[in-house]
């Protein structure tokens, strides 16, 4: 079973920086085939994808965070990283990291349909 552990949530002010981690363990598949992702959910709206990264290292991005976040993971893909530049106060959410291992599909798929394992979620909360 996968397990995901985010951290790095605070609270920050609007224009401020934020580095997200998520520990990846627990599986048997080799890494080459595993793919990753960041989503967020803000209270009272739906779960949104922002960032992933697919097993290829191809990246893909929400509109709303593209040129201020960048997803990136080390060279094990054990840890994930969502670095946060030029916050907002739309950006305050609780954001998840989650992985798959499916093949055929693309960045955007994942981007929208989610992917198969989830973490507990990191809160980010940016004030004015």
């Known amino acids: 079973q996968v397990q995901l552990v985010e951290s790095g949530g605070d609270s920050v002010q609007a224009g401020g920086s934020l580095r997200l981690s998520c520990a990846v363990s627990?599986?048997?598949?080799?890494?080459?085939?595993?793919?990753m992702g960041w989503f967020r959910q803000a209270p009272g709206k739906e779960r949104e994808g922002v960032a992933v990264?697919?097993?290829?290292?191809?990246?893909c991005y929400a509109d709303s965070v593209k040129g201020r976040f960048t997803i990136s993971q080390d060279n094990t893909k054990n840890t994930l990283y969502l670095q946060m530049n030029s916050l907002k106060p739309e950006d305050t959410a609780m954001y998840y990291c989650?992985?798959?291992?499916?093949?055929?599909?693309?960045?955007?798929?994942?981007?929208?349909?989610?992917?198969?394992?989830w973490g507990k979620g990191t809160l980010v909360t940016i004030s004015l």
């Open positions: 990264i697919d097993s290829d290292g191809s990246t």
């Open positions: 989650a992985a798959d291992f499916r093949m055929g599909w693309v960045c955007e798929k994942r981007l929208v349909y989610g992917m198969d394992f």
């Open positions: 627990g599986y048997t598949y080799s890494s080459y085939y595993i793919n």
